[in-house]
């Protein structure tokens, strides 16, 4: 008759079946040293496992949803027992998917600049020998824009990385002003807040983010514009708690995300939005 351990125990392959993942799957974790089964089977290799491990299992897929690493979940397992430890360590990587997020955002929105600046990486010889001094207040706008988002793509960004940051989104924006567009100028004052909102100052960050918006509303300026102006008073009130705000001008920027143009800009905008706490759709 089989002893009390062994009824307890159970098969690779239906552990596989009740966590969702493969039986391939789980000899990859063990290999990995991620979650050892409870027995192996000496004869045959064939491994077992205690009912408790299905939810270990299932908490080691979740944890891969959020891209985690295999090392890393390894790491948080451990940590399970240690409620602090444990979101803790989530919320270092959350701060290293920010940081990933941030740079791909400062690509799109280099690559706006270069689109929507006529002046910009096509200008002539010819207009940039007349207007020298505008070319180096577009050009020093340009770069102190993209050095701004190098810094807040930095995942162990100093306190004086900080306070660097946040001179260049301002001097970014003095340059614009000098020569930019409408849009040039909502665009630097969406930087200004979204510097304010990373370091947690929600003062500046909103006073900043209804420049953004009136700028566009005096000047008729729409599609995704006009929705990140949204976008970026939803995420000042956050940073400043008010999640009512948040969450209602959250709404605004989906509604105008109906009147952009292009599926990538659009899809741009919903993905930022959902990278504030507390405002989902």
């Not at 050892?36 to 908490?59: C, F, I, K, S």
């Not at 295999?70 to 920010?98: K, M, P, T, Y």
């Not at 665009?187 to 909103?206: D, F, I, K, Q, T």
Request: aromatic fraction near 6%; proline fraction near 4%; charge should be negative.
């Amino acid at each position: 008759m089989e002893d009390t351990a062994d009824a307890r125990r159970l098969p690779i392959g239906q552990v596989a079946r009740l966590a969702g993942v493969t039986p391939k799957t789980l000899r990859h974790y063990d290999r990995l040293g991620v979650l050892r089964p409870a027995a192996v089977d000496p004869a045959t290799g064939y491994r077992w496992y205690r009912p408790e491990q299905v939810e270990q299992v299932r908490l080691v897929r979740r944890l891969r949803e959020f891209e985690l690493p295999l090392e890393e979940v390894r790491r948080l397992l451990a940590l399970v027992d240690d409620g602090d430890a444990f979101r803790s360590a989530l919320a270092d990587h959350r701060r290293r998917i920010d940081a990933r997020v941030t740079r791909l955002r400062g690509v799109l929105h280099t690559i706006d600049h270069a689109l929507t600046d006529p002046e910009g990486i096509v200008m002539s010889r010819a207009a940039a020998a007349t207007d020298a001094g505008a070319d180096l207040h577009r050009r020093l706008g340009a770069d102190l824009f993209n050095d701004t988002w190098r810094l807040m793509e930095l995942e162990d960004r100093s306190p004086a990385d900080d306070v660097l940051m946040i001179h260049q989104a301002h001097a970014s924006a003095y340059h614009w002003l000098q020569v930019g567009t409408p849009s040039n100028v909502a665009r630097s004052h969406w930087l200004c807040s979204r510097v304010y909102c990373v370091v947690g100052r929600s003062e500046p960050a909103l006073f900043h983010a209804r420049l953004v918006l009136s700028t566009c509303q005096d000047h008729g300026i729409g599609d995704w514009d006009l929705a990140f102006a949204y976008e970026s008073l939803a995420r000042a009130y956050a940073v400043a708690g008010d999640r009512d705000e948040a969450r209602r001008h959250a709404d605004q920027a989906r509604l105008a995300a109906g009147d952009i143009t292009t599926d990538e800009d659009r899809e741009l905008l919903l993905s930022d939005l959902e990278t504030i706490p507390g405002v989902e759709g």
